[in-house]
């Protein structure tokens, strides 16, 4: 399971408030202890795009013991980071470090995911006979079949045996046009203090953030929508 975050604004004092909260949650999730997560020590990574660059770093090292200075960013930007606690030992190291990236309808794709999903049935669907971890394999689905609600509710529906917490950034190769989605869905009802994610209005942007940032400097009480397909 993992912590993460969503941005789009143009603050370098917000995103870097965001990244410090979440290597915070990621340390010492106080939440997620009482569900067995009581740290993300499996990876980390972030996507950072303003229209001119894609600031794009994924690390096999914990978020709270690798001393990574952010880029200095302008103008707006879109960014999606995740610090990881895998679910098994089968795909670890920096090659399963989040975010993905693929490629969809002309345009570049990049998500973070949250919880887990039927890998043999997505492999099947696919046709995919490579290895790959259960967030690749549902990043390929989406890129199969696009960014839209009907993907997403087959997702939930018919694949995700945890939660689908989703945060995905899609850039045109055209015309460089971008989109930040996130998704909140998760089946254990009993677990949904850990796994609710949080929509948060700052001074020069917003965000969604998983529980624990809460816990770590971002305030907000405002939950985002129960399995709807949502842009920032």
Known sequence: MCRMFAYKGNSQEELNNLYNALKESARNDTIGSKFGYANHPDGFG?????????????????????????????????????????????????????????????????????GSVSEDELKKELNYRYDASDSELALKYISKYGINSDTINNLMKNYTTSSLNLLMLSISKTDKKRSLYYLNYYINKDKHEYSDMYKVHLTHGDAVISSTLRLHGINTDEKVPFGKLMEL
């Open 46 to 114: 972030y996507v950072i795009y303003n229209g001119q660059n894609i600031y794009y770093y994924r690390s096999e090292n914990p978020i709270y013991e690798e001393n990574v200075k952010l880029p200095e960013v302008t103008g707006d930007m879109y960014a999606i980071f995740l610090a990881r606690k895998a679910s098994g030992k089968k795909h670890m190291g920096v090659m399963y470090s989040h975010p993905f990236m693929d490629d969809y309808s002309n345009n570049l794709i990049y998500l973070a995911h949250n």
